[in-house]
């Protein structure tokens, strides 16, 4: 799937997308829960998306980078707005939000329709650096995550 999502600008779209309204889904769930409101239509949380296409040393690396609001804002019978915080999800409500992601990338097609001379390039990007004999080695790669569901990560990253 990782091939797919350097070529498949829909289907990469429809994965942010679906992340997005998880996200922000479970924000408002959890505000409503927080503030012990009786309905979560009057809520609004947001969800910002940078995709990033590669890893630091250019390789193909597709990946998502998301700031979610840490809270929802209400709408208010005035017209105003009022700010209501929720505390970050647990590492469950999190994975939760994975699998709901992973729905999206489930019901995709594999990854049959690449074509071969793409494959090959896309393969030989996954492989690596090839750092020239002689030349100092790549720093280690970005590897600690917190949450992880189907190959799917969410959480911290740095450097090992």
């Known amino acids: 799937m990782a091939v797919r999502l350097g070529y498949d600008a829909p289907l990469l779209a429809a994965i ?30 947001g969800v910002f998306t940078v995709v990033q296409r590669f890893r630091s040393d250019l390789g193909l690396y597709v990946h998502l980078h998301c700031l979610a609001t840490d809270g929802a804002y209400e709408e208010q019978n005035d017209g105003e707005l009022r700010f209501l915080a929720a505390p970050p999800p647990p590492p469950e409500r999190m994975m939760a939000v994975l699998a709901q992601v992973h729905e999206v990338i489930r ?14 390039c896309v393969q030989l990007s996954l492989a690596g650096p090839h750092p020239a004999p002689g030349s100092p080695s790549a720093p280690p790669p970005m590897t600690l995550s917190a949450f992880a569901v189907k190959g799917f990560e969410a959480g911290i990253w740095g450097r090992g």
């Open 16 to 45: 942010a997308g679906r992340l997005a309204r998880a996200v922000m889904q479970d924000m408002r769930h959890r505000v409503k829960q927080q503030h012990g409101l009786a309905s979560v239509a009057a809520l609004h949380a």
């Open 107 to 120: 019901a995709a097609d594999d990854d049959l329709d690449l074509d071969p001379a793409l494959a090959a």
